[in-house]
């Protein structure tokens, strides 16, 4: 096929092939796409006459793909790719007057604490756009990424798509929660004896709290384990129990009445806070923008300190978070 031959191909059935490589089902490819069956079937009906090859074969309820059209996604995903590139290097970006639609893939914990914050920025920079969130955890965010199902991610990440980039936004931190009236931070003992919730998207009791303490030779008691933040403050309250978040999270939840955040009793490993996008959206202006703006206000705090408060409420003292 030469040059001139393209003229006769529609792009739209392209990113319908590719859609359905990634989804393998027309409903997903579908609802991905925002076209109903019949124009999915449809298109498939165009590109099987010009491919001259059947390209997927129902098996159950998925569609499994041909060698010819394996052939073809390796091919063509640079090729789409480019073209992506390309376009997106012509367009400008105006925040204040732009209906952009942003896929974002967001951690729990990060939707929890940090998403509020951003959110109000972006709306007074840019509030006419819209942004649409997945929850991801470390394990989804490759494949989300590489599905294009989000152009950027913001997570603790493992690995990512040879084609993503990566850049760190800032330390992560450990510290302790709880919702006890005793006076005075828990020491090491107390913290092995007390009971644990441990937050965990794949339903792990164990982390590298316990990791750390097994090189203490010592254990906790691992109660409760939920899969998201935001049950934290409820089930904490008005219990012995104690939780292991993030600093930020931490950070949001002390603002509950009788919620105090406090240092760990033993060195816990920090880790770090990434955002990750496809390599297609690098030099996007809308994505740029969009990065910048995550970067500006989930980036490094200003310094904290945990400052001790009187509270009649709590019989005790109460962790309030104070800027220097």
């Known amino acids: 096929m030469n040059r001139n031959d393209l003229r006769r191909v529609d792009i739209h059935l392209l990113v319908v092939f590719e859609t359905m490589m990634h989804e393998r089902h027309v409903g997903r490819v579908g609802e991905k796409l925002f076209l109903g069956q019949p124009a999915i079937s449809a298109a498939l009906g165009r590109l099987r006459q010009l491919f001259d090859d059947p390209l997927f074969i129902r098996a159950g309820r998925v569609m499994e793909p041909t060698a010819r059209a394996e ?5 063509l995903t640079p090729a789409l790719d480019g073209i992506a590139a390309a376009v997106s290097r012509c367009q400008s970006f105006e925040p204040g007057a732009s209906e952009a639609t942003f896929q974002v893939g ?22 006419n756009i819209s ?18 199902e989000i152009s950027l991610g913001i997570s603790h990440m493992l690995d990512l798509p040879a084609s993503a980039r990566r850049k760190s936004l ?26 644990h919730i441990v937050v965990s998207p794949m339903g792990n009791a164990a982390d590298d709290t316990d990791q750390a303490l ?11 384990a939920v899969p998201q933040f935001s049950a934290l403050p409820r089930l904490l309250a008005q219990s012995e129990m104690l939780a292991i978040v993030p600093d930020y999270v931490a950070r949001a939840m002390a603002l509950a009445q009788g ?24 030099n996007d202006a809308g994505q740029r923008w969009l990065r910048s703006r995550c970067q500006a206000f989930l980036g490094p705090p200003i310094e904290l300190q945990v400052v001790p408060k009187s509270s009649p409420a709590l ?8 800027a220097r």
């Open 259 to 282: 919620i105090r955040a406090e240092a760990v009793p033993l060195p816990l490993p920090t880790q770090n806070l990434s955002m990750a996008w496809r390599g297609t959206a690098h």
């Open 315 to 322: 019989h005790g003292t109460q962790s309030l978070w104070a």
């Open 131 to 148: 942004l649409v969130v997945l929850r991801v955890d470390q394990q989804q965010m490759s494949q989300r990424l590489f599905n294009g």
């Open 71 to 75: 052939e073809i996604f390796i091919n």
């Open 170 to 195: 800032r330390v992560v931190r450990p510290m302790l929660l709880r919702a006890d009236n005793c006076a005075g931070s828990v020491t090491l003992e107390e913290f092995c004896t007390r009971p």
């Open 214 to 224: 097994s090189l203490l030779g010592r254990r906790r008691k691992v109660v409760l």
């Open 106 to 127: 967001l951690s729990d914990d990060v939707e929890y604490a940090l998403l509020p914050r951003l959110l109000r920025h972006l709306r007074e920079e840019a509030p």
